[in-house]
Structures are given as structure tokens and as C-alpha cells.
């Protein structure tokens, strides 16, 4: 009896392993520590331009205006997932309280993600409000 008792806990081990090699191996885990996680819907990796350097870092749920997210046209926003801007997303809709960030003229949808706030200490290289050619500020456009 103690050997048919054995024998089915084996048994039940081994199911319980391979049903959790075969969640582990279907993606069910997560994907490990560097899969991509949007900050915000519709956000996208990003890497900032050369010489791009707000200062001091900045906190989850700031954007800095921008017009180079992939996909995008008009103003498209730089996200900070914490302490550094590495994510981006195209501009939406109006929602009730927004502005556009630096007094730029925005169209319909080109308003910053909802409950986010503009990191204002920064207007530098890949900023929307800044032509990266002559260094001028440019009312944010393309």
C-alpha cells in the first residue's frame, strides 16, 4: 500500500512539473525582466537624441514634448518611466484639463496622454518647440 501510495505522489509530481514547463515555455511567466512594457496605451520604445539631457531626472508620469516617435505626426510625447525618458507615444484626443505643453498650438489629437504632466525644466535637443538645425524655438512642429 505504501509503495501505490508513493508511486501515485511521484506521479503527481511529475504532471505538476510538466505542466509547469509548459506554462513557463508558453510565455505565461512574463517573458523575463527586459520584455517591453508600455508605460502608457499606444507607447513605444524610444531613445533620446544625442545631447539629450533633462535635468534633474524625472519621475514616472512625465512627458517632454516631442515630434520623432515613430508613427507619429505632429506632437508626439517622450514619457519618463522613471528617471529617464525611454518610451514615447503620438498625441490624443482632448481630455478635460489638458494643455498643450509649452503654449504650442495643438491640433485635435495631438494632447498629451491623460494625467500627465509636462517636465517643463527641459527644452534641448529632440525638443518639440526646438528646430534641431538652426537651435531656435519653433512653435513645435514639423
Avoid: K
Amino acid at each position: 500500500m505504501r509503495t501505490l501510495q508513493r508511486s501515485q505522489s511521484v506521479a503527481l509530481g511529475g504532471v505538476l512539473a510538466l505542466l509547469l514547463a509548459i506554462g513557463l515555455g508558453s510565455g505565461c511567466a512574463g517573458g523575463g525582466p527586459d520584455v517591453f512594457q508600455p508605460i502608457a496605451y499606444g507607447a513605444r520604445p524610444w531613445s533620446p537624441p544625442p545631447g539629450w539631457d533633462p535635468e534633474p531626472p524625472c519621475g514616472t508620469g512625465y512627458y517632454v514634448a516631442i515630434d520623432s516617435c515613430p508613427g507619429c505626426r505632429g506632437i508626439s510625447y517622450a514619457l519618463c518611466t522613471g528617471m529617464s525618458f525611454t518610451q514615447c507615444t503620438c498625441g490624443g484626443p482632448l481630455t478635460p484639463g489638458a494643455t498643450c505643453p509649452q503654449t504650442f498650438v495643438c491640433s485635435t489629437d495631438d494632447f498629451p496622454p491623460q494625467n500627465w504632466m509636462e517636465f517643463t525644466d527641459y527644452a534641448g535637443p529632440g525638443w518639440a518647440g526646438l528646430d534641431l538645425h538652426g537651435g531656435t524655438a519653433d512653435a513645435g512642429g514639423q
